[in-house]
């Protein structure tokens, strides 16, 4: 059975709001500063000039493997942070409106009832819960509300005054509660009615139904979603470290190896896994790189074995022309020398000592230049021509010698050939080469120079043969190493300085080209140096290149 109450004087606003709301003031630190106020981070320096903030420094030195794990768990707990509140959301939102259909019917159905009943007899039953308030024209405003209801939630904050009787919202809306006695409060909707009894009397007023039941349900709902938010996070989180730490694994080995190739190891590769993952595309790319350092390592170590060797030869080869000229000094010092014809022997002794230091001086000045890459000149110059003079020049060093200019089948005059070169290094590759046969093969031994173009329609090839004794299988691939000699077989006299086929190698690879060594048909010495055509040499250097 409803009971009368007088409505209740709403309570002032709180101090704060009528002070307007203002910011909370710290006495600490002073007025006007707000209470949460911290001093910026210092920035940190992080390359040159370049300021970052504490968290992005801390950020930049978290390994890979905490940064995505965070970056997982963020994800999830957005994910499910933004599916709670939306959740909640539309729940609130259909349990409000179902609050709203509620009203809605009451204002129609239950209202008159009660307000008729009580009016006859001043008691009135209504359903649980509901909060009526309707001005009679005789009796003014009377609440009429279950006591259990006020006792759970107060009743909303609506007087006689609340609107003007022109102003009346049509709809359903919001109230906040007041607590009536030791109970608590809740939030109210309410919807207004007005009808007219039988007598002509008319009665409006509001009818309302807390909010607190959908509240507490909405809440409920929540307090299950952000659980089992915090639980999904947790495992998500555990899931994330442990795929994580299995797809890193590859670039914790990679790291070991990396390691152990920093410590000097450059054997070491890197597992290859499939090439279609982001670490198999690593590892091979990584691989290759190593092979190519250790391929440069070894080249290096190579080279400087060479050079350490070549500098030991050089001394040596220039050792015994100083003793000679030093030793030949120091008698005629002596006063040794005591007769014009031992003083003519000494003078040519040391003459031909000091030709062969200038010989040997020369042909390193020439293999340093074209060591430093110096450009060659690129003109035209045709090898039939060089070979017809270098042919000349054999037959001069030894008259007895037979010497034939051919074709590349031995047996058809040469047709004209031309690369593009420089013509003085093009000669001395010749001079070096019939030199080579004239000290090496016994005196009246025939020779041939043959020209032709290659199998390669763009290459040339220039072939020297001899038919001496030849040089030993082992030994023919170190006849272009500098101060090398073969057997003494192919040494007839002093021999040179071992710098001659050298020489030809180092020219010929200037002018892109290759030389090697075969064994001639019958017995005897072939060498033959590969040089591109005129036509694909044009582009080997600028016409008019100064000469190295």
Not at 34 to 39: L, Q
Not at 472 to 494: K, T
């Amino acid at each position: 059975m409803a009971q009368h109450h007088e409505p209740p004087v709403p309570p002032p606003p709180p101090a704060d709001q009528q002070a307007g709301g203002g910011a909370a003031v710290d006495p600490a630190r002073g007025s006007g500063a707000p209470a949460d106020e911290t001093p910026a981070a210092p920035a940190g320096l992080q390359g040159e000039g370049e300021y970052v903030g504490p968290v992005t420094a801390f950020w930049a030195r978290t390994p890979l493997r905490a940064r995505l794990i965070a970056i997982v768990t963020a994800m999830l707990l957005a994910g499910l942070g933004i599916s709670v509140a939306l959740t909640s959301t539309v729940l609130s939102r259909y349990l409000t409106d179902q609050l709203d259909t509620q009203l809605q019917v009451t204002a129609s159905q239950v209202v008159p009832q009660a307000v008729y009943a009580y009016r006859e007899t001043g008691q009135a039953y209504l359903p649980n819960d509901y909060y009526i308030l309707a001005f009679f024209p005789e009796l003014g405003s009377r609440p009429l509300v279950s006591g259990t209801t006020t006792e759970k939630y107060g009743i909303p904050a609506i007087t006689a005054y609340t609107f003007a009787q022109g102003s009346m919202p049509s709809g359903v809306f919001t109230v906040d509660g007041v607590q009536d006695g030791s109970g608590g409060t809740s939030e109210w909707r309410a919807q207004s009615f007005s009808f007219s009894f039988q007598d002509g009397s008319q009665i409006t007023g509001y009818v309302a139904l807390p909010l607190a039941p959908v509240q507490q349900t909405v809440a409920q709902i929540q307090r299950i979603l952000v659980v089992t938010t915090l639980a999904l996070t947790v495992l998500g989180a555990t899931i994330g470290y442990v795929a994580i730490r299995r797809s890193l694994r590859p670039l914790h080995t990679i790291e070991r190896t990396a390691a152990r190739i920093a410590d000097g190891d450059l054997s070491q590769r890197v597992p290859q896994a499939p090439v279609t993952t982001e670490v198999g595309s690593l590892a091979r790319s990584l691989n290759t790189m190593l092979a190519q350092i250790e391929q440069s390592f070894d080249a290096q170590e190579a080279s400087e074995a060479r050079m350490r060797r070549f500098v030991s030869d050089a001394s040596h080869e220039l050792r015994t022309p100083l003793a000679t000229v030093r030793g030949y000094g120091e008698l005629y010092r002596m006063g040794a020398l005591t007769t014009p014809d031992a003083m003519d022997d000494t003078m040519r002794r040391i003459e031909d000592s000091a030709t062969r230091m200038g010989t040997l001086v020369n042909d390193l000045l020439a293999l340093a230049r074209l060591d430093e890459g110096r450009p060659i000149r690129s003109d035209p110059v045709d090898l039939v021509t060089l070979a017809r003079d270098s042919v000349d020049d054999l037959h001069a060093l030894d008259p007895s010698r037979t010497v034939r200019l051919t074709a590349l089948d031995g047996v058809s005059p040469p047709a004209p050939v031309t690369v593009t070169g420089d013509e003085d290094r093009l000669r001395q590759v010749l001079t070096n080469l019939i030199g080579n046969v004239a000290q090496h093969t016994p005196a009246g031994t025939a020779a041939e120079i043959a020209v032709g173009p290659g199998e390669d329609p763009e290459q040339v090839v220039l072939e020297v043969r001899d038919h001496g004794l030849g040089i030993p299988a082992d030994q023919a691939g170190r006849v272009f190493e500098r101060f090398y000699r073969a057997d003494s077989s192919r040494n007839r006299s002093s021999g040179g300085s071992g710098l001659g086929m050298a020489i030809v190698a180092a020219i010929v690879a200037a002018h892109r080209g290759t030389v090697s060594v075969h064994e001639t048909a019958g017995g005897g010495l072939t060498v033959r140096a590969v040089l591109p055509a005129q036509s694909r040499a044009d582009d080997l250097q600028e016409p008019g290149a100064a000469t190295a």
